[in-house]
Every structure is written in C-alpha cells, then in structure tokens.
C-alpha cells in the first residue's frame, strides 16, 4: 500500500509540473501573437505611408513636367511667331509690337505676349500683381540703371489662344502666363563679347552663325533675342524658362543652269533624256514675271561639274543615252545647243558632298513642311502662288496636274508624272535618282531651277570626298524652264534658332 501511494504522490508532482509548464508556454504563446500582430501592424502602417509617399510623388512629377511643358509651349509659340511666313506672326496680328527691321529690341525695352484666362488682368511689369516679372531687374538691372521692375509703358500683345479660333476650343490652351522678349547685352549675359576683360557693354549682341558666337557689331549676323516664360498651374506650380534665339536665314547657291547635276568624274551621271517625247526641253533662257521681279540674262540649259558629265549627258555612258541628236537643238541657253557645259566656278555649298549636306540640314531646319511621302497633300499646292519650303524625307510621286510652288527638297527619288508642274526651285538631293514617263508628252513642266546630286550612300551616310552617280532618266512633259524670278521668290524664309536653353531657379 506505502508503495502504491508513493506511486500516486509521484504522478500527482508530474501533473503539477506539466500543468505549470503548460502554463508558462501559454504566457509565451501570447507574447509570441502580440509582437506578430505589432509587427503586422508596422508593416502595415509602413505601405500606407509609402503608398501616399509615392503618390506625392507621382503628383509633384506631374505637376512638374505639365508646368514645363506650360512653359516651353509660350517660347515656342513666341519663337514661331518671330517668323515672318506664320500667319500669326507678330508682323501680321500686332503690326508696330516689334521695332522696325533695322532698329534692335533693346535690352531694357522688353515686350511681353500674355496669356490671360477668365478676365484675369496680367501685368508681369507690375511687382504687386499676381504674376510679376521679377527675374528681369535680377538678369537686367545692372544692364537698365539699377532697375527691379520692367518698364511700365511695356508693349504687350495676346497670345495665339487669346484669338480666333483658338479661343473658342472646349480645351484650356498651355498655361503659361507671360513670355517676355528682350534682346541681349554683354552686361545682361555677364559674358565678355569684344575681350576688353570685362561684361561692360551695354550695346546689343549679334549672332555670328558662322563662327558660332556673339559680337556688339551688327554686321556680323541677326540680333540675339532672348526669351523668358511663366507658367502656373491652378495647384500652384510655376516654372520659368528661357531660350536665347536669333533669326537664321539660309543662304542658296546662285543657279548657274536651267538643270544643274553635281557629280564627280569618278562617279559620271547617267542621263537618259527622252526619245519619243519631241516637246521635252531644257532651257536656259531666263522667262517669267513674278511680284515685279523681271527677267534677266540666261544661263546654261545643263550645268556640270566635269568634262566627263559634260560627255555623259551629250552622248551617254554609265547606262544613260545622252540626248538624241535630233532633239539636241532643245537644249539651249547661253551657249550654242545643245548648252551643256562644265560650270566655270562652282558654287563653295556644291563643292563636296559634306557641303551640299549642311546646306540641306539648314533647308530642313527653315521647312514650312517636313513629310515622309511617297504623295504630297493637295494642302501644300496653293490655289494661288504662294511659295513654300517642302522636305520629302524619301522618295516622291509627282502626279496629277496641279502646280506647286516654292522650294522642293527631295531625299530620295523624285518620280513625276507629264502633266506635274512646279514653279520654284526642285532640289533632289541624298539617293540622286529622277524617273519620268516619256512616253506621255503632257502639259507639266518645272519653272526656276533643278539640282540633282547623290550625296549618301545606301546607307545614308554622307559620301566622300566624290559625289554618287546621279540619275535622270525617262523625263516627260514639257522640260525644264530656268526663272531667275521663281528662284527668288522661293528662297526659304529664316528660321529662328535655338541658341541656349535653361530654366531658372525661383
């Protein structure tokens, strides 16, 4: 019996045991859920935070780039209307804004195109308006007599989407709220111009595109204008930004031929000139009558750069046919027919094909229309003439019989149709390559001056030193007419340049 109860005592301690050892892995357990709930709930409390960190995020990024983006539309609506072929140029809709062509915009005589919405009143000269022109006495105090504040007799003019037939879109416009446009000093840039050792000079800088810098001598180029907008968004956000610009004009090479064809001797054109098409001329004698402009001497029906040309286009050779002897009379000018001859000096922008390249580029930069093709639109034909600067960036289809005017620069082949006209200057310049229908006489006919030249190989890149091989072949319609008028009236209008671009801290 003792046994059996010391038996019972000893199971009875080992339940005593166990339920106490239960009892604390309890406590533990609880413990343990507690710092897995507070450690879920700092987890979670992280996301949120991090979740409404990004979205702020998101939110000022956004507000930041619609800000600028505010601001850029402003300049480049200014730096469009400082050209003179936009319809909504400054010339055009606030005639007497600008000063005259040959007087500068002072530095300290700014003048300002505002963007208003709802009635707002906008007076950027003002310090105590809602949106000041501070930043001008900062940049142009020093340079205007210690002035803050821009003249309160400032020039101002609406902005395009304050106008017909902007200003009844369902949509706001960019909402930028002014651009100021001034012109530039030494002083006003802090930049020492004429090396005295000091950004002293008051007087106005001009762009020398040539060597790419400034100077205070009005002869070497246009004057540099500077441009400055403010942008605010409804939730606050402002941005200025500011481009240094001046006008670019693109300077053409005189036409010495009714058709000029650049090539080498190592890479001879081959011409093919139409058999069965007895209308077809080349003609240098100058003709027509454009915005008064009268004719003047004549030039060579076909211009070369070297004998080897001169003999291609004469006779053939390279897979060309030359001009058949009985149409060879066609092809007069101002040397006895057929006139096709070896250009005495050739123009320095023809004399390699990396020149006639960045006379190209600068073409492109001043298009009023730059498009892919194969086709043009009928909206680039102008019910009367009105001359324009169109870039094919490939190759062109010429059909149809309606007239375009202006520049035509093609980068690829140019192929037209008998009854295509074009009064102007047609350059196909890059692939080299023209193909006409000389099986259909026509009625169309090319008035001003042709260039034809190969400056890239398939690839695109420029070639060098020698031009490619040309081609022209299959012509149809009534030729080619030289018009030192239609030349003239077609040269492209001036680009405005970007010259430095930045935004200013506020």
């Not at 007599?145 to 200003?167: D, E, H, K």
Request: glycine letters at 12%; charged letters at 10%.
């Amino acid at each position: 019996m003792k046994g059996q109860a010391n038996g019972f005592r000893q199971i009875e301690m080992r339940l005593r045991r166990t339920t106490r050892k239960r009892r604390q892995e309890a406590g533990i357990a609880l413990l343990i859920a507690i710092f897995i709930l507070l450690l879920i709930g700092v987890v979670a409390i992280a996301l949120v935070v991090s979740s409404g960190t990004e979205s702020a995020l998101a939110g000022n990024y956004r507000s930041s780039t619609n800000v600028y983006y505010a601001a850029v539309a402003g300049l480049e609506e200014v730096r469009a209307r400082l050209r003179s072929n936009n319809p909504n140029s400054f010339n055009n809709t606030a005639p007497g804004f600008l000063p005259p062509p040959a007087t500068p915009l002072g530095d300290c005589a700014p003048v300002y195109v505002i963007n208003s919405r709802g009635g707002e009143a906008i007076t950027p000269w003002d310090l105590g308006s809602g949106y000041p022109d501070t930043q001008f006495g900062q940049e142009h105090g020093a340079a205007c007599g210690g002035a803050i504040a821009p003249p309160s007799s400032s020039p101002a003019t609406s902005s395009v989407w304050n106008r017909s037939p902007l200003n009844v879109l369902p949509f706001p416009g960019p909402l930028y709220k002014w651009v100021r446009l001034n012109g530039v000093s030494e002083k006003s840039l802090n930049l020492d111009v004429d090396a005295d050792g000091q950004a002293d000079s008051i007087t106005p800088l001009y762009y020398n595109s040539a060597g790419n810098s400034y100077s205070n001598d009005s002869a070497v180029g246009p004057q540099a204008l500077e441009l400055t907008a403010l942008a605010v968004l409804p939730n606050g956000s402002q941005k200025l930004m500011q481009y240094l610009v001046a006008p670019i004009s693109v300077s053409l090479p005189p036409f010495l031929a009714a058709l000029t064809i650049g090539g080498s001797s190592a890479n001879s054109v081959a011409f093919s000139a139409p058999t069965s098409n007895a209308n077809y001329s080349i003609k240098g004698g100058d003709q027509d009558s454009v915005n008064g402009c009268a004719p003047g001497l004549p030039v060579h029906a076909v211009g070369v750069f070297n004998a080897a040309d001169q003999a291609n286009v004469t006779a053939g050779g390279n897979g060309g046919t030359g001009i058949p002897a009985a149409d060879r009379p066609n092809y007069t000018g101002s040397s006895g027919a057929p006139d096709v001859n070896v250009i005495a000096t050739v123009p320095a922008s023809l004399q390699s094909p990396a020149q006639l390249e960045a006379l190209v580029q600068s073409i492109m930069q001043s298009a009023d229309v730059v498009l892919p093709g194969p086709n043009l639109p009928p909206s680039v034909y102008s019910p009367s003439p009105d001359p324009m600067t169109i870039v094919v960036n490939g190759d062109l289809d010429l059909t149809g019989h309606q007239t375009g005017y202006g520049l035509l620069l093609v980068r690829g082949n140019l192929n037209y149709g008998p009854d295509a006209s074009w009064d102007g200057i047609v350059m196909v310049v890059g692939k080299g390559t023209v193909t006409g229908s000389e099986s259909e006489s026509g009625s169309g006919e090319f008035d001003g001056a042709f260039l034809l030249a190969k400056t890239l190989d398939g690839s695109g890149h420029t070639l060098s030193p020698n031009f490619g091989r040309a081609t022209m072949k299959n012509m149809g319609g009534n030729g080619i007419r030289y018009s030192s008028c239609w030349t003239q009236a077609s040269q492209p209008l001036a680009s405005v340049k970007i010259l430095s671009f930045h935004e200013i801290s506020q």
